[in-house]
T-cell receptor
Framework: DSGVTQTPKHLITATGQRVTLRCSPR?????VYWYQQSLDQGLQFLIQ???????AKGNILERFSAQQFPDLHSELNLSSLELGDSALYFC??????????????FGEGSWLTVV | AQSVTQPDIHITVSEGASLELRCNYS??????LFWYVQSPGQGLQLLLK??????LVQGIKGFEAEFKRSQSSFNLRKPSVHWSDAAEYFC????????????FGRGTSLIVHP
């Protein structure tokens, strides 16, 4: 158990809908990262937040957004869902922003199926 | 931009045999390198990491990896594989300045025969 908690574990929804994935980082971690894992794209970095502020942005679509709340939990919002958005979405956390020695711990992921 | 290549999509070994999973990275400065393992239905677990210092890195579960700058490689090794090692293995590279975001390879699926 990494200490990173993601909910829901599984989600099935229809095209055009909107979903929210939730992540609680490890106790004491200030950074939260979101990754998408799909068969065709592999593991892709989406976005990072550090202590409530956006820190880095990767291949995140405009239909997707995220935020980190004062209690440090994070939510990833996916809207206007398409079949191709079906994937495993990982949340990860680390103590700092990326200084030497920073280990990133991953949650077990949220499986999203768009039908 | 940094990138990682894992040339082998699948590797099959017999239980008790030695293992080497290949990883080549592309990055101009000194990289941060990682190996993660993903068991079916599980998240990614860090096996080991290299930031600086000794180029031979020891990790959990009996794994080790060696950073070879001249070859831009960070291969993962284990002297004797157990059936429970069957999983997906991911190599990742991060940048050396400021905020780092690991870029992952496509993964190598390890199959262990009894």
């Amino acid at each position: 158990d990494s200490g990173v908690t993601q909910t829901p574990k599984h989600l099935i929804t229809a095209t055009g809908q909107r979903v929210t994935l939730r992540c609680s980082p490890r106790s004491g971690d200030l950074s939260v990262y979101w990754y998408q894992q799909s068969l065709d794209q592999g593991l892709q970095f989406l976005i990072q937040y550090y202590n409530g502020e956006e820190r880095a942005k990767g291949n995140i679509l405009e239909r997707f957004s995220a935020q980190q709340f004062p209690d440090l939990h994070s939510e990833l919002n996916l809207s206007s869902l398409e079949l191709g958005d079906s994937a495993l979405y990982f949340c990860a956390s680390s103590v700092g922003t990326g200084s030497t020695g920073n280990t990133i711990y991953f949650g077990e992921g949220s499986w999203l199926t768009v039908v | 931009a940094q990138s990682v290549t894992q040339p082998d999509i699948h590797i099959t070994v017999s239980e008790g045999a030695s293992l080497e999973l290949r990883c080549n990275y592309s990055y101009g400065a000194t990289p941060y390198l990682f190996w993660y393992v993903q068991s079916p239905g599980q998240g990614l677990q860090l096996l080991l990491k290299y930031f600086s210092g000794d180029t031979l890195v020891q990790g959990i579960k009996g794994f080790e990896a060696e950073f070879k700058r001249s070859q831009s490689s960070f291969n993962l090794r284990k002297p004797s594989v157990h059936w429970s090692d069957a999983a997906e293995y991911f190599c990742a590279v991060g940048s050396s300045g400021g905020s780092y975001i690991p870029t992952f390879g496509r993964g190598t699926s390890l199959i262990v025969h009894p």
